[in-house]
């Protein structure tokens, strides 16, 4: 059974960093591109960012580039999201998401909440 | 404002037809696959359609999917109470390198 599982969320002062971590079971870890997508409160998802199946091509949403990081560690099969300079907008919950042949993501976890509030 | 647009809400009775619309460009749905997913309230979303019209198994034929130009549509059939949910076309956009999500439609199930 495909499991991913995210964990690493919580409340934070704005500039503060999190990271967040999503744990996948069920499936070759490595066969697949990983996504995070968000949606914040009353509003619709947003892509965040993907990773490809060895970590070395990764593209970010013009909002998050240059402080937020997507990485793998296909060894222990874990994506990760490292998030700086954290600001209010950030809020929302995350999703890592198995990310299959044309871009779609078939399988989710359950999200983790971030919160970015002083 | 999402690049892919979709109506904010739709509705229609149980047992009726209800489309829903997603617009985007060259660069996205024009040229890369689209699909649709079910957000219902308090959980993560669930992959209805992909690659435009293709159901995962276990997805009901009731949903479906098309794609002509810039547009796609997802189509729900025989419409139950329990299909209330936001709904989400997805695409990637081949300039930008960035995937994207249309902004949700609400469906209401009267």
């Known amino acids: 059974e495909v499991q991913l599982v995210e964990s690493g969320g919580g409340l934070v002062q704005p500039g503060g960093s999190l990271r967040l971590s999503c744990a996948v079971s069920g499936f070759t870890f490595s066969d697949y591109w990983m996504t995070w997508v968000r949606h914040a409160p009353g509003k619709g998802l947003e892509w965040v960012a993907n990773?490809?199946?060895?970590?070395?091509?990764?593209h970010y949403v013009d909002s998050v580039e240059g402080r937020f990081t997507i990485s793998r560690d296909n060894a222990k099969n874990s994506l990760y999201l490292q998030m700086n300079s954290l600001r209010a907008e950030d809020t929302a919950v995350y999703f890592c998401?198995?990310?299959?042949?044309?871009?779609?993501?078939?399988?989710w976890g359950q999200g983790t909440l971030v919160t970015v509030s002083s | 404002q999402s690049v892919l647009t979709q109506p904010p809400s739709v509705s229609a009775a149980p047992g009726q037809k209800v489309t829903i619309s997603c617009s985007g460009s060259s660069s996205n749905i024009g040229n890369n696959y689209v699909a649709w997913y079910q957000q219902l309230p308090g959980t993560a979303p669930k992959v209805l359609i992909y690659?435009?019209?293709k159901r995962p198994s276990g997805i009901p034929d009731r949903f479906s999917g098309s794609k002509s130009g810039t547009s796609a549509t997802l189509g729900i059939t025989g419409l139950q109470t329990g299909d209330e949910a936001d709904y989400y076309c997805?695409?990637?956009?081949?300039?930008?390198?960035?995937?994207?999500f249309g902004g949700g439609t609400k469906l209401t199930v009267l």
């Open positions: 690659e435009n019209n």
């Open positions: 998401a198995r990310t299959g042949g044309s871009n779609k993501c078939d399988f």
């Open positions: 997805g695409t990637w956009d081949s300039s930008l390198s960035v995937g994207m």
């Open positions: 990773v490809d199946r060895d970590g070395s091509e990764k």
